[in-house]
């Protein structure tokens, strides 16, 4: 798969997420894509019942080659998992993803820009907002039990 841009690798994250709304229980249905040198490593969507999620399923695909990648995401990654699995947000980290693309932010108390924080504290650089109409659109009927 070849070079985008920010735009295009969010679209396909978008595309990955539709396809699983209405599948994925009290979680949002979410899209990862992971890019490395111009080339889509890792794709994932939040899994019926709402695990695993997409980040996790993109990273799994990735391996080694996240490292210094850009993660286009759906959603803001968590921060924290009710389970106690690691979050998103760090597993991203450990990846060495050098850079996140967030179209919405995640009002959830497991995210709620703690995600995007945790992130920013490992030198991760974050944007906020890409096609944030379109994805929009993926969680209108979204709403965390807990904000």
Known sequence: ??????????????????????????NPAVGCVIVAGGEVVGEGATAPGGRPHAEELALDQAGDRARGAVAYVTLEPCAERSSGAASCSQRLVEAGVVRVVVACEDASVMAAGRGAARLQAAGVTVE????????????ATYRPRHT
């Open 128 to 139: 906020t907002g890409v096609l944030a109409a379109e994805a929009g659109d993926l969680y």
């Open 1 to 26: 798969m070849g070079e985008g841009s920010d735009q295009d690798h969010m679209r396909r994250a978008i595309a990955l997420a539709a396809a699983h709304v209405g599948r994925t229980g009290d």
